[in-house]
């Protein structure tokens, strides 16, 4: 078979190639096999992806095995977890564009047969998955794994998380000083993405379930032998995907993403992800609008047949033992398309028939299609005055007491502003925290209200207080929250017209989210409004806030 690569390289005018790839100890052998690119973000600061060096000499070894050539270059990944809480979040969103990009830089500069893309954390799944979409050459996603969880926290295993919460406790006098110290040192035992069901985890399923994962792969923990073996074999698969010629964009189609739309609603996945696969749709050529009107339309009919941390005590080791994808798969199965072709080579039917879970179901952890936690709603899709163009909650993590809430707002700018009045204790229950200009212009880059809501959580607030803003949320949230309200403030949406004391409901049954204003006021309150200028200093931020589509759209840089 004629490759790509070895179509330049056996090309009389590209000596000088063969030269510079044998300075590196390339043989005559490794010329002739197909160039496969391993698109590895491993770094000493993302903990998801500390395993991902040792993964990737798995990888190596499939591809050689299978008769192809691996070449290894490193990727951007940066970390929710340590940009949280400070402007350092700004970028996190925004470093999803530059991972598309820098991977389609790379697979076309250097002429790659294949990609497998090494990467476990928040936005560098769905950016390589962005970047494969756009490329359309035979690619696989490949993660590293969650890591386990920490010792017993307010009734759960402890995560990173757990300690934002320990926090908020802390300062309403629940827990001493010495209780939160000893958290920070055992709530992460192990390296891995987070422990709980956030972005990061959730993605990784989505990325099998769409079939850019090897089936099983996904949610097999960062220290599990079996988390090396399956990086191997996703040497050995690119390899035959690229022999078959099965690229990016016959994988990723608008049946695959609604499998994946299935999946996360069956699962009560992270908020982000409706975000993230509306971006991943736009990459592969199809209309992000209609993804979201998809998910939309099938969150009134997937049932929500998993429960993990932050919507049940179960961690990432419970899920994967009690089945994982796989099994949640098989759960709906009715739901999804069978026939869509897969990273395995197999279709989805042929992989949820073939994958066998050595640990046996738990049906605390994973219920039936049949006997559900809940037929509907595992996240939802909100209109209403506030959000002509869409919002997104998560019941799968509220208590069913808020699914109907009406308060008073109390209205601030910025994330810092909305986080110092909480822990001052100046939110009185009943109340609507409102935090705006916080969307992807905005922002810029659309932060995360993650504390705000762990810390309302911590002071015990989480069943008497919502939070509602243009930017968005942490998959580890739990609580009566809203995110991606669009247009944003930063457009002149209506958050931009709100006042404290302006009453505000939300209703998941009725998927709503309104202020009790006329749009005669609003029209008025908006009339003399200007946009702020961008937060941020002269640089990627700010051309990020000048191209980014709104949330509702994927919020990725439009051409």
Not at 31 to 55: C, D, K, M, Y
Not at 163 to 185: P, T, Y
Not at 261 to 283: F, I, P
Not at 330 to 345: C, F, I, K, P, Q
Request: charged share 25%; glycine share 10%.
């Amino acid at each position: 078979m004629k490759y790509k690569s070895t179509q330049q390289l056996e090309d009389v005018n590209f000596k000088e190639a063969r030269a510079l790839y044998k300075s590196m100890g390339c043989s005559e052998a490794d010329l002739r096999g197909p160039v496969i690119g391993i698109a590895n973000s491993w770094n000493e600061l993302v903990t998801g992806h500390f395993n991902l060096r040792q993964a990737a000499e798995f990888v190596k070894k499939g591809i050689y095995r299978a008769g192809g050539t691996a070449v290894e270059f490193g990727m951007i990944g940066a970390c929710d977890g340590l940009a949280s809480g400070h402007g350092g979040m700004k970028y996190i969103l925004p470093s999803r564009e530059l991972i598309a990009n820098s991977l389609e830089s790379m697979a076309r500069a250097h002429n790659l047969d294949g990609l497998v893309m090494l990467g476990s954390c928040d936005k560098i799944v769905p950016g390589m998955l962005m970047g494969a979409a756009r490329l359309d050459i035979p690619a696989i996603m490949a993660v590293g794994g969650p890591m386990l969880g920490g010792i017993e926290f307010d009734g759960r295993k402890s995560d990173s998380t757990s300690l934002s919460e320990a926090v908020g406790m802390f300062e309403a006098g629940k827990i001493g000083a010495a209780e939160l110290d000893r958290l920070e040192d055992t709530s992460c035992p192990s390296c891995g993405s987070c422990s709980f069901f956030g972005t990061a985890n959730s993605m990784g399923a989505l990325s099998e379930a769409m079939g850019m994962s090897l089936p099983g792969s996904a949610l097999i923990p960062a220290v599990y032998a079996e988390r090396l073996r399956s990086s191997e074999e996703a040497g050995r698969r690119i390899v035959e995907l690229v022999n078959k010629n099965i690229t990016a964009r016959r994988v990723i189609t608008a049946e695959s993403l609604e499998n994946a739309a299935v999946v996360m609603l069956a699962t009560g996945a992270s908020t982000n992800c409706v975000m993230h696969l509306c971006a991943v749709a736009y990459e592969a050529g199809l209309d992000p609008k209609e993804i979201f009107a998809m998910i939309d339309s099938l969150s009134e009919r997937v049932p929500l047949v998993a429960k993990v941390n932050p919507a049940a005590k179960y961690d990432m080791e419970a899920f994967y033992r009690a089945g994982g994808v796989p099994q949640v798969m098989r759960e709906v199965r009715d739901m999804l398309h069978l026939d869509a072709v897969t990273a395995s080579g197999l279709t989805v039917g042929e992989n949820i028939d073939g994958c066998k879970n050595p640990y046996g179901t738990d049906r605390n952890v994973i219920k039936s299609a049949a006997e559900p936690f809940s037929r509907e709603k595992g996240l939802c899709l909100l209109r209403g005055n506030l959000a002509p163009d869409g919002a997104v909650a998560k019941p799968a993590a509220m208590d069913p007491s808020m699914f109907k809430f009406t308060g008073p707002a109390r209205v601030f700018d910025s994330e810092e502003a909305a986080n110092r009045a909480i822990l001052a204790k100046e939110i009185e229950p009943g109340s609507v925290v409102v935090v705006r200009y916080e969307g992807p212009k905005g922002g810029p880059g659309m932060r995360e209200m993650f504390h705000a809501m762990k810390f309302l959580y911590g002071m015990g607030l989480a069943k008497s207080v919502a939070l509602i803003t243009d930017g968005r949320f942490s998959g580890t949230n739990n609580g009566c929250y809203v995110g991606h309200i669009s247009p944003e403030a930063a457009e002149g949406g209506p958050l931009a017209a709100l006042r404290d004391g302006d009453l505000i409901t939300i209703d998941i049954t009725k998927k709503n989210i309104s202020a009790a204003l006329s749009a005669e006021e609003m029209e008025a309150r908006l009339k003399d409004w200007r946009a702020p200028a961008p937060d941020a200093p002269d640089g990627w931020l700010r051309i990020y806030a000048k191209l980014a589509a709104s949330a509702s759209e994927g919020a990725m840089l439009k051409r």
